[in-house]
């Protein structure tokens, strides 16, 4: 599996991304890999990013985290519920 992932898990697919048009929030843990700036240049790059931070969480903030996790992501969701067509 690993050797699968490598074709792939370096390149940064920032066209790909430029394209979602759907609103989303680049959700990071602080103590994961993504760095803080290239998770808020793909906020920069995603047509209706948002970002939040999760302090004390790796890669899989809900499960380190999941009430910060949750605290975070539901607002959100909500948001984007209430101004869909």
Known sequence: ML????TWVHDA???ELAQVRCPTLVVRGLDGELGRAEA???VRVL?????AEIPEAGHYLHYD???A???AVEPFL???RTTAP
């Open 3 to 6: 050797t699968a992932r490598e």
């Open 13 to 15: 697919h920032w066209e």
């Open 40 to 42: 808020q240049e793909m």
């Open 47 to 51: 047509p209706a990013g948002r970002y």
């Open 65 to 67: 985290q999941p009430t």
């Open 69 to 71: 996790w949750r605290a």
């Open 78 to 80: 909500a948001e984007i």
